[in-house]
C-alpha cells in the first residue's frame, strides 16, 4: 500500500514536500513514480527514480523545479517542489512498480499507486 501525503494550498513561488510512504513492502526494490492530474486533463507523469536511487527523470515542465528522492530508511519517496506555479495545481499521486517502464511515465507500468495528495498553488 502507497500513502501519499504533504499537499496544501501555497503561493505561486513557494515550495512543498510530497511524501510517498509504502507499507508492506520496500520501496528501494521499485521503480516510483509521481503522477499528476489537473481537472479536466488526464494525469502525466512528473518525475521518476529508479530501483536503487540513481537517475531521475523528470518531466520537461517540471525540470529544475522538482526534485525527486528517496528515504530509504523511513520507506519514503518524496518530491521536492520549489518555485511552483499555478499550472502545478493538480491531485499528485505516487506509484510503484517492480519493471522499468519501456516509456517513460506509461501509468499501465505500474503496480501499486497511492491516493493521491491535493497541491494547489495561488497566483
Known amino acids: 500500500q502507497l500513502q501519499a501525503s504533504g499537499g496544501g494550498l501555497v503561493q505561486a513561488g513557494g515550495s512543498l514536500r510530497l511524501s510517498c510512504a509504502a507499507s508492506?513492502?520496500?520501496?528501494?526494490?521499485?521503480?516510483i513514480a509521481w503522477f499528476r492530474q489537473a481537472p479536466g486533463k488526464k494525469r502525466a507523469g512528473v518525475a521518476d527514480?529508479?530501483?536503487?536511487?540513481?537517475?531521475?527523470y523528470y518531466a520537461d515542465s517540471v525540470k529544475g523545479r522538482f526534485t525527486i528522492s528517496r528515504d530509504n530508511a523511513n520507506n519514503t519517496v518524496y518530491l521536492q517542489m520549489n518555485s511552483l506555479k499555478p499550472e502545478d495545481t493538480a491531485v499528485y499521486y505516487c506509484?510503484?512498480?517492480?519493471?522499468?517502464?519501456?516509456?517513460?511515465?506509461?501509468?499501465?507500468?505500474?503496480?501499486?499507486w497511492g491516493q493521491g495528495t491535493e497541491v494547489t498553488v495561488s497566483s
Open positions: 527514480i529508479i530501483k536503487g536511487g540513481s537517475r531521475p
Open positions: 506509484a510503484a512498480t517492480g519493471t522499468q517502464p519501456k516509456v517513460p511515465f506509461y501509468p499501465y507500468a505500474y503496480d501499486y
Open positions: 508492506g513492502f520496500t520501496l528501494d526494490y521499485y521503480n
